[in-house]
């Protein structure tokens, strides 16, 4: 196996396990809160952008529309979550935090603070800012990935040979 294969190969298998670990670490954070993985990503955003529309939130999160407003009606029903008319185009909403989405959304904050104060502390200091800068690096390349080279299920899996 080349170096270059061999250095694919290990990315992938490392990141095969962050992909686990943080998929448990997830679920169980947002568990004790008493939303879903789901819920728990549209709080954190309007949590961090503030009041947007669904639109917005939407194309924030990569999520569908029409999905994503299925998910927040239980949001609101719950009282998570406010709507509020659009002063600037009637047809639309505008959602935000409730006090209680408020409340949620600060203690999913400080579980995960917590939690990756303790994972910090199991790495060198020295470690810490250019683990931060990979992160955001790999975070903006697959941004920039998906928004150039949609994934084609069609042709995932299919093998080319030299003979097609």
């Keep these: 196996m080349s170096s270059s294969n061999l250095l694919l190969s290990q990315f992938r298998a490392n990141l095969r ?6 998929a448990n670490y997830l679920k169980n954070e947002t568990a004790c809160c008493g939303v879903s993985l789901s819920q728990c990503h549209i709080l ?17 999160l990569q999520a569908d529309a029409s999905t994503l407003s299925r998910v927040i009606d239980g949001m ?13 185009d009637r047809r639309a909403v505008i ?6 989405g408020q409340r949620t959304a600060a203690t999913i904050n400080e579980q995960s603070n917590r939690f990756y104060q303790r994972l910090f502390e199991l ?19 697959l941004t920039a990935l998906r928004r150039n080279q949609p994934f084609d299920q069609q042709t995932c899996c299919t093998y080319q040979t030299e003979e097609q």
């Design 95 to 100: 959602l935000k935090l409730s006090e209680q």
């Design 123 to 141: 790495l060198p200091t020295e470690k810490h800012e250019p683990l931060v800068e990979s992160m955001a690096l790999l975070g903006g390349a």
């Design 76 to 88: 609101v029903n719950a009282g998570l979550i406010l709507r509020e008319a659009n002063p600037d």
């Design 44 to 60: 954190m955003e309007l949590d961090t952008q503030g009041e947007m529309s669904l639109k917005q939130l939407a194309g924030n």
């Design 17 to 22: 396990v962050i992909e686990r670990e943080t």
